[in-house]
């Protein structure tokens, strides 16, 4: 397991755009977002591989979202566009070791979380 933390959250206005980073105390073949909304569960956003940066988003993350890692591989980015209220959440970092990893399940290292609040 590797230790996370989160950062970049905050409150804007919709049509916004944030830039969370997640920083890892070491590398997984793969690291992903999460978000919890009020009342819901938590759900995926977004994962990228260790080998070659294959990414996979979400649906309601496709176009919008963009998911991305430094070079040395030990941080990850969510950069968030066109930000709408439903996009309110907090967001998690999560890591895996193993390289199919997509559900929660999958993913044995947690951040604790950033809050994003979209305003209307």
């Known amino acids: 397991q590797v230790q996370l933390v989160e950062s970049g959250g905050g409150l804007v206005q919709a049509g916004d755009s944030l830039r969370l980073s997640c920083v890892s105390s070491?590398?997984?073949?793969?690291m992903g977002w999460f978000r919890r909304a009020p009342g819901k569960e938590r759900e995926f956003v977004a994962r990228i591989s260790d080998i070659g940066q294959a990414t996979f988003y979400a649906a309601f993350a496709k176009g919008r979202f963009t998911i991305s890692k430094d070079n040395a591989k030990t941080s990850v980015f969510l950069q968030m566009n066109s930000l709408n209220s439903e996009d309110t959440a907090v967001y998690y970092c999560?890591?895996?070791?193993?390289?199919?990893?997509?559900?929660?399940?999958?993913?044995?290292?947690w951040g604790q979380g950033t809050q994003v609040t979209v305003s209307s």
């Open positions: 070491g590398r997984a073949c793969v």
């Open positions: 999560a890591a895996a070791g193993w390289c199919g990893a997509i559900r929660h399940s999958d993913f044995t290292s």
